[in-house]
């Protein structure tokens, strides 16, 4: 956790330095030495478009695949996926907007982009296929999904200035964990994609599918060896838009939701429904937020070493809080809980811009899309196989991600060893057997059919166990021994 820089120890009361693009005094990193921060500074007008366009491009496909899972996964028709889309859409540029320029003590104000969390996608179809087996429809899935969305964003709000604090509970190990898990626990959804996306699907299974799902993993594999530069950015969408033209002569793409869609709409309000709230879906839901507050502290930190300016206490506070207002007010305009995108940290550091009005720009781009129903209906265009292709290498990329920062977090400890190995091997029985806890408790069945969320908590309790339960009693030992008994040193 970075140090705070000003002698306050609420986590967030008080800003260290001066928010606002307006700030006067010479700042680290200055180099037009006008005084701004290049955080802060303004570009000219056709520059801020299409540099916030390119944070768009880099953001676009991770933004529409949760919608498009979970719309799947509740069964919805191709013109509500594409109402969904829209929505995530829009309020993911709500939640930039919150988050670069911000207000009070909400926002990091620096150029942090904001989208639809991955980390809440597969423990959202298990609360789906919950409802569903209640309900024996999936009218009351989205509703209630939307209820604990609500209120995790509401937890993520007023934890902020506390969680801050707690950082050292959740070390890069943890992180890579829950990481890893994340991506591998989409990798079945994306494999079903591949054969047509469900059982009872005309085709399901063929060779016709599975050919397509091929032809598009080929061709974003070759779009992202081949491609440079921006354009290798796209190779993501280059490859779905490949896929979806192939389609077309072999019938299994449609143009009918298309036609169906209003070219301009207003957001509607609870459109499928009043939020409900259901205890065992708060609490899985709430575990995932605590794992995006997590990643967002750790893009946080990141970017505030990239644009040099330190991300300190009272910075990584107003960024969670501005986390956790955008999630409690996305279900309002039927989006999901919202959290950092890290390839756009990445963009910002191989492009040199560091100014957070770009990405605000990109906000606004995104707000105008979601404007435009139309737009979403071309997305949800794309068949189930040409989904699944891409999702392999979507969701691959995010398992490789959790690789790497265990890489990172260093393997070499054996209880980082038995931290991983037993965290990844409970996280991964709903995956291999989805039907291991059935004869449990509907509240645990709803937390432990994620392995996320199963997985996250066996990471965290043996963090506990290991570093830090115990280990000032051991470094007492050792010292009146004579013996030298590291302390653990909490990440």
């Given at each position: 956790?970075?140090?705070?820089?000003?002698?306050?120890?609420?986590?967030?009361?008080?800003?260290?330095?001066?928010?606002?693009?307006?700030?006067?005094?010479?700042?680290?990193?200055?180099?037009?030495?006008?005084?701004?921060?290049?955080?802060?500074?303004?570009?000219?007008?056709?520059?801020?478009?299409?540099?916030?366009?390119?944070?768009?491009?880099?953001?676009?496909?991770?933004?529409?695949?949760?919608?498009?899972?979970?719309?799947?996964?509740?069964?919805?028709?191709?013109?509500?996926?594409?109402?969904?889309?829209?929505?995530?859409?829009?309020?993911?540029?709500?939640?930039?907007?919150?988050?670069?320029?911000?207000?009070?003590?909400?926002?990091?104000?620096?150029?942090?982009?904001?989208?639809?969390?991955?980390?809440?996608?597969?423990?959202?179809?298990?609360?789906?296929?919950?409802?569903?087996?209640?309900?024996?429809?999936?009218?009351?899935?989205?509703?209630?999904?939307?209820?604990?969305?609500?209120?995790?964003?509401?937890?993520?709000?007023?934890?902020?200035?506390?969680?801050?604090?707690?950082?050292?509970?959740?070390?890069?190990?943890?992180?890579?964990?829950?990481?890893?898990?994340?991506?591998?626990?989409?990798?079945?959804?994306?494999?079903?994609?591949?054969?047509?996306?469900?059982?009872?699907?005309?085709g399901y299974g063929s060779m016709r599918a599975i050919g397509l799902a091929a032809i598009t993993l080929a061709a974003v594999v070759l779009c992202n060896r081949l491609l440079r530069g921006f354009w290798q950015q796209l190779s993501l969408l280059v490859g779905l838009a490949f896929g979806t033209l192939i389609a077309?002569?072999?019938?299994?793409?449609?143009?009918?939701?298309?036609?169906?869609?209003?070219?301009?709409?207003?957001?509607?309000?609870?459109?499928?429904?009043?939020?409900?709230?259901?205890?065992?879906?708060?609490?899985?839901?709430?575990?995932?937020?605590?794992?995006?507050?997590?990643?967002?502290?750790?893009?946080?930190?990141?970017?505030?070493?990239?644009?040099?300016?330190?991300?300190?206490?009272?910075?990584?506070?107003?960024?969670?809080?501005?986390?956790?207002?955008?999630?409690?007010?996305?279900?309002?305009?039927?989006?999901?809980?919202?959290?950092?995108?890290?390839?756009?940290?990445?963009?910002?550091?191989?492009?040199?811009?560091?100014?957070?009005?770009?990405?605000?720009?990109?906000?606004?781009?995104?707000?105008?899309?979601?404007?435009?129903?139309?737009?979403?209906?071309?997305?949800?265009?794309?068949?189930?196989?040409?989904?699944?292709?891409?999702?392999?290498?979507?969701?691959?990329?995010?398992?490789?991600?959790?690789?790497?920062?265990?890489?990172?977090?260093?393997?070499?400890?054996?209880?980082?060893?038995?931290?991983?190995?037993?965290?990844?091997?409970?996280?991964?029985?709903?995956?291999?057997?989805?039907?291991?806890?059935?004869?449990?408790?509907?509240?645990?069945?709803?937390?432990?059919?994620?392995?996320?969320?199963?997985?996250?908590?066996?990471?965290?309790?043996?963090?506990?166990?290991?570093?830090?339960?115990?280990?000032?009693?051991?470094?007492?030992?050792?010292?009146?021994?004579?013996?030298?008994?590291?302390?653990?040193?909490?990440?």
């Amino acid at each position: 956790m970075a140090p705070s820089n000003t002698s306050r120890t609420d986590g967030g009361s008080t800003p260290a330095r001066p928010p606002g693009p307006d700030a006067t005094t010479s700042l680290p990193g200055d180099a037009s030495g006008s005084g701004t921060h290049p955080v802060d500074e303004l570009l000219p007008p056709v520059k801020l478009f299409t540099t916030g366009l390119q944070h768009v491009a880099a953001m676009y496909a991770g933004v529409v695949a949760p919608p498009l899972i979970v719309g799947a996964g509740v069964g919805l028709s191709p013109t509500e996926l594409a109402l969904l889309i829209s929505a995530s859409l829009f309020t993911a540029g709500l939640a930039t907007l919150l988050q670069t320029l911000g207000f009070w003590k909400i926002g990091a104000r620096l150029p942090f982009v904001n989208g639809v969390s991955f980390a809440g996608v597969a423990p959202m179809i298990a609360i789906a296929k919950g409802s569903i087996e209640r309900t024996g429809g999936p009218k009351d899935a989205l509703p209630v999904i939307f209820g604990a969305v609500i209120v995790a964003g509401l937890l993520c709000f007023l934890a902020a200035p506390y969680f801050c604090k707690l950082i050292r509970f959740f070390p890069p190990v943890v992180q890579g964990t829950v990481i890893t898990l994340i991506g591998v626990s989409l990798l079945p959804v994306a494999v079903n994609w591949a054969r047509g996306g469900s059982p009872g699907a005309p085709g399901y299974g063929s060779m016709r599918a599975i050919g397509l799902a091929a032809i598009t993993l080929a061709a974003v594999v070759l779009c992202n060896r081949l491609l440079r530069g921006f354009w290798q950015q796209l190779s993501l969408l280059v490859g779905l838009a490949f896929g979806t033209l192939i389609a077309f002569p072999l019938g299994l793409a449609d143009f009918g939701a298309v036609r169906d869609a209003k070219v301009f709409a207003l957001p509607s309000p609870f459109h499928f429904g009043a939020p409900m709230f259901d205890a065992a879906a708060i609490v899985s839901l709430c575990i995932v937020m605590v794992v995006s507050m997590t990643e967002s502290t750790a893009d946080m930190l990141a970017l505030g070493k990239i644009v040099d300016r330190e991300a300190d206490e009272p910075t990584l506070a107003a960024g969670l809080r501005a986390d956790g207002l955008a999630t409690a007010i996305s279900p309002v305009f039927n989006g999901f809980a919202a959290s950092a995108f890290a390839q756009n940290i990445g963009l910002v550091a191989l492009t040199k811009i560091r100014s957070r009005f770009v990405v605000a720009a990109g906000g606004g781009i995104l707000v105008l899309l979601g404007l435009f129903p139309v737009l979403g209906s071309v997305v949800s265009l794309v068949p189930q196989p040409v989904l699944g292709g891409a999702g392999i290498v979507l969701f691959g990329t995010v398992a490789a991600s959790g690789i790497r920062t265990l890489a990172e977090a260093g393997m070499e400890s054996s209880s980082h060893t038995i931290l991983v190995s037993v965290s990844l091997g409970v996280g991964i029985v709903p995956i291999a057997v989805p039907t291991f806890y059935d004869s449990f408790p509907e509240a645990v069945r709803t937390l432990m059919h994620s392995g996320i969320s199963a997985g996250c908590v066996m990471a965290v309790l043996l963090n506990l166990l290991f570093h830090h339960v115990g280990t000032t009693r051991r470094s007492r030992t050792g010292q009146g021994s004579g013996t030298t008994v590291p302390t653990a040193t909490p990440s």
